[in-house]
């Protein structure tokens, strides 16, 4: 039997209305705070990834589903949506004003990643994008966002894990520290380390090896070394987040595993998946659009994993509140015609029914309501067709009735 691709799950039931929630209301408060949706392919060209994700990071590295097609085109399944959002806000033109642009987006990923618990190699990021403000207020403004995505799912104890990692011009001061610290135990760090030291030493503060964890005690700090901006920045944003009631921690260990950031570097984290796992990632990536191409637009954004949302929303609520649709069970051939009249009707003044159209015996669809959960059932007989009635059968009560049938349709509209 064919099984779907490692890494790759098919989405349906709880987990889908899961997704179909967290979207709608993603959709809901981003459009409030004056976001638009941008939707773009899920092939990019290697080159989009490679300059702005980033040689030295694992993602680029490891983990990118890459081939080339049949034009001789090398091309990456994208593993994250940010450079592609920016190619396309350049390549159309969108940056060109002083105006902000606004974006988010809700779409697959590709990452060959290592299995384990709620990591997949196809999954599912919601993700927002500000384009064309440079100051802490827009930040504040962002997590206030997503603060209210998180409070509208009913996720309340969440905490914002924040750093800057500076400027690049900023950024030597702080290299030349953490080398020499580097040096000093360079024995304890994993082979992955020691090319990261020289490619990207910030990348060291990021292997998941506890070894290197450990070894990284009383490592220099990067807010030690910030540039008279990007501290005022950092403090700035603290101020902010402080006064707007956002709670939040310093993390100076936190870098991001993708290289574009530039001062502000955050995530979420949830106790609810285990202590490695944060629910979304982002920040500032200021000289992104112009390494791509572009003009020098500052921006700002993150990403929500949203099988993980979904993951711990399922663990803290269980289903999605729903209510399956009504059941219409038809009795014989007359009845079977003016079920699917009836069905007609009801559909079209919105109201969610199913029809029993397998024919057969009352009792085999009603054993199928039970097990679906089917709250109201709707029969219809010669009996009641002769009477101009329709059979209510209020499941939870076991109760029965018969309705007028030219009073079903408003009676089903108003439950
Ligand atoms: P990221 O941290 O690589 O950032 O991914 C964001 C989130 O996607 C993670 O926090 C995690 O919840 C989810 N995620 C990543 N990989 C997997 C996986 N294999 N399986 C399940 N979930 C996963 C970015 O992608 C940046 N583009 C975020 C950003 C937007 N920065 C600025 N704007």
């Given at each position: 039997m064919a099984q779907s691709v490692k890494g790759m799950r098919d989405l349906f039931g709880t987990e889908l209305r899961w997704f179909q929630h967290i979207e709608e209301t993603a959709r809901r408060v981003f459009e409030r705070h004056g976001y638009g949706e941008i939707r773009t392919p899920i092939l990019e060209e290697l080159e989009v990834f490679k300059r702005s994700v980033g040689e030295s990071s694992d993602i680029v590295n490891k983990e990118m589903y890459q081939f080339t097609d049949k034009g001789g085109r090398e091309v990456v399944m994208r593993p994250e949506n940010t450079?592609?959002?920016?190619?396309?806000?350049?390549?159309?033109?969108?940056?060109?004003?002083?105006d902000p642009v606004l974006f988010y987006y809700i779409g697959p990923q590709f990452r060959y990643e290592r299995m384990q618990a709620g990591r997949y190699r196809q999954f599912y990021q919601i993700g927002a994008e500000s384009f064309g403000v440079a100051t802490p207020e827009a930040e504040a403004e962002s997590l206030l966002m997503l603060h209210s995505f998180f409070t509208e799912l009913g996720l309340k104890h969440l905490l914002f894990s924040i750093n800057s990692v500076g400027t690049p011009e900023s950024r030597p001061g702080f290299?030349?520290?953490?080398?020499?610290?580097?040096?000093?135990?360079?024995?304890?760090?994993?082979?992955?380390?020691?090319?990261?030291?020289?490619?990207n030493p910030l990348r060291?503060?990021?292997?998941?090896?506890?070894?290197?964890?450990?070894?990284?005690?009383?490592?220099?700090?990067?807010?030690?070394?910030?540039?008279?901006a990007s501290a005022k920045h950092h403090a700035r944003l603290k101020a902010l987040l402080t006064e707007l009631g956002l709670p939040f921690e310093e993390n100076s260990r936190l870098v991001r595993g993708l290289d574009y950031y530039t001062r502000t570097a955050f995530e979420v984290l949830s106790a609810d998946l285990g202590a490695q796992s944060a629910l979304l990632g982002g920040g500032r990536y200021d000289g992104l659009v112009k390494?791509?191409?572009?003009?020098?637009?500052?921006?700002?954004?993150?990403?929500i994993g949203l099988d993980r949302l979904a993951m711990v929303l399922q663990q803290v609520h269980g289903d999605v509140p729903h209510t399956p649709p009504a059941l219409l069970i038809p009795l014989g051939v007359r009845a079977a015609t003016e079920a699917l009249k009836l069905a007609r009707t009801l559909w079209d003044a919105g109201v969610a029914l199913q029809v029993e159209t397998r024919g057969g015996a009352l009792k085999k669809a009603m054993t199928s309501a039970n097990r679906t959960g089917v709250q109201t059932v709707l029969i219809l007989g010669d009996g009641e067709l002769d009477a101009g009635t329709v059979t209510v059968k209020h499941m939870a009560t076991g109760e029965q009735e018969a309705w007028p049938l030219g009073e079903v349709v408003a009676r089903l509209v108003k439950s």
């Open positions: 450079a592609g959002v920016v190619r396309a806000a350049i390549q159309h033109k969108l940056l060109t004003s002083s290299h030349a520290a953490f080398r020499a610290f580097f040096a000093e135990r360079a024995d304890r760090f994993c082979e992955d380390c020691h090319r990261r030291i020289e490619t060291v503060l990021d292997c998941k090896i506890e070894t290197c964890q450990a070894a990284l005690e009383g490592h220099p700090v990067i807010t030690d070394h910030l540039d008279e390494l791509l191409g572009g003009p020098d637009v500052p921006a700002f954004g993150w990403a």
